[in-house]
C-alpha cells in the first residue's frame, strides 16, 4: 500500500513570496489532515477535510493560509504572502474516517519551508 | 480546551535497558483516545501505540507499553529492551470520540538510545 506522498520535500523562499504544497492521500482514505510542526514543538492542525469538505479550520491562519481538496482526494495547502515565523516542517496525514473511531493517522514526509 | 504536556523534552537511555516518556493531559470528557507517535530524523510520524479511555486495561505492543492512569490524568510509555532504532522524538497525542475528532500533539520528547 502506497503511503501518504508530499511535494515538495524541502523549500526556500523569501518573505512575502508564495508557495504550494501538494499532499495525496491513501487511496480510499476520505480524511486529510494538514499540521504545522516548528522546530521543537509538536504538530499543529490547520486544517482538516473529510472528503473534499472542511471540518475544522479554526487554526489556519486565512488571511494568508488557503488549502482545498478538489475531488476529496489530493490536497494543496497555500501560503501568500510568507512570512519568517512560517519557517516549519508542513505535515499531511489521512485516515479511513475521522469520526468515532479509532482509524490509524498516516503522515506523510513533510514539507520543510524555510523563509528568509 | 484540552491540553497535553510531555515534561521531558530529552531522555537518554542505555541499549537494552528500559525506559518511560511521561505525558499528562487535560480534559473534561469521560471518553476519549490516547496516542504515541514516533518521529524518527526522517520526519515521517509513524504510530506506536494507542489507548481507548473507556478501557482500563494497558495497551501494549511488542516492546512498548503504556501506564494510564484515568484520575491522574497520565499516559505513559514505557520501551523494554531498548535499541538503537528507538531512537527518536516520541509525541504523546489526544483524540476526542466526538466532535470535530482533532488530535491534539504534546511538545515531544527527544530520545537517545546509547549503545
Known amino acids: 500500500e502506497a503511503g501518504v506522498a508530499q511535494s515538495p520535500r524541502y523549500k526556500i523562499i523569501e518573505k512575502r513570496q508564495s508557495v504550494a504544497f501538494w499532499c495525496n492521500p491513501i487511496s480510499g482514505h476520505a480524511t486529510l489532515y494538514w499540521y504545522q510542526q516548528i522546530l521543537g514543538q509538536g504538530p499543529k492542525l490547520l486544517i482538516q477535510?473529510?472528503?473534499?469538505?472542511?471540518?475544522?479550520d479554526s487554526q489556519l491562519p486565512k488571511d494568508r493560509f488557503s488549502a482545498e481538496r478538489l475531488k476529496g482526494v489530493d490536497s494543496t495547502l497555500k501560503i501568500q504572502p510568507a512570512k519568517l515565523e512560517d519557517s516549519a516542517v508542513y505535515l499531511c496525514a489521512s485516515s479511513q474516517m475521522g469520526i468515532a473511531t479509532t482509524y490509524e493517522q498516516y503522515f506523510g514526509p513533510g514539507t520543510r519551508l524555510t523563509v528568509t | 480546551a484540552q491540553t497535553v504536556t510531555q515534561s521531558q523534552p530529552e531522555m537518554s537511555v542505555q541499549e537494552a535497558e528500559t525506559v518511560t516518556l511521561s505525558c499528562t493531559y487535560d480534559?473534561?470528557?469521560?471518553?476519549?483516545?490516547l496516542f504515541w507517535y514516533k518521529q524518527p530524523p526522517s520526519r515521517q510520524m509513524i504510530l506506536v501505540i494507542r489507548q481507548e479511555a473507556y478501557k482500563q486495561q494497558n495497551a501494549t505492543e511488542n516492546r512498548f507499553s503504556v501506564n494510564f492512569q484515568k484520575a491522574a490524568k497520565s499516559f505513559s510509555l514505557k520501551i523494554s529492551d531498548s535499541q538503537l532504532g528507538d531512537a527518536a522524538m516520541y509525541f504523546c497525542a489526544y483524540r476526542k470520540t466526538s466532535g470535530t475528532y482533532k488530535y491534539i500533539f504534546g511538545t515531544g520528547t527527544r530520545l537517545k538510545v546509547l549503545a
Open positions: 480534559t473534561s470528557e469521560s471518553d476519549y483516545y
Open positions: 477535510f473529510q472528503n473534499n469538505g472542511v471540518v475544522d
